[in-house]
């Protein structure tokens, strides 16, 4: 079983996908789980780098990982905080509290002396 037909089983009928790298695969509905490869490739290329031995290379690659992870799922989790503050109704305050503006029968001119 080859990409091309496990990502045309997934597909929808109406989406043939024929075409790698011109025609984007059909992944609109899955693109998170996209991160999972994506930090593990990042942590176990970095890794390889900074590391003096391979040996330790899949201890510190897997730590990283998770360390990627969690830090991806907080900042997710703070830009959905902050985006549900920003869109809550702002309240007003009732009527008793505010206070009356002044009108020009109650205004005093300034002096002129």
Avoid: N
């Avoid at 789980?33 to 593990?40: F, V």
């Amino acid at each position: 079983m080859t990409v091309l037909t496990l990502l045309a089983d997934i597909a929808p009928d109406t989406y043939a996908y024929t075409r790698p790298f011109i025609q984007p695969a059909p992944l609109w509905d899955h693109w998170p789980w996209l991160l999972l490869p994506l930090a593990l490739g990042i942590s176990i290329v970095y890794k390889c780098v900074k590391c003096d031995r391979m040996a330790r290379v899949p201890k510190e690659a897997g730590e990283l990982f998770l360390i990627i992870l969690l830090v991806m799922a907080a900042a997710g989790a703070g830009l959905v905080g902050l985006v549900k503050f920003l869109e809550r109704e702002p309240t007003r305050p009732s009527q008793s509290r505010l206070i009356a503006p002044a009108t020009p029968a109650t205004r005093t001119a300034p002096s002129t002396t």
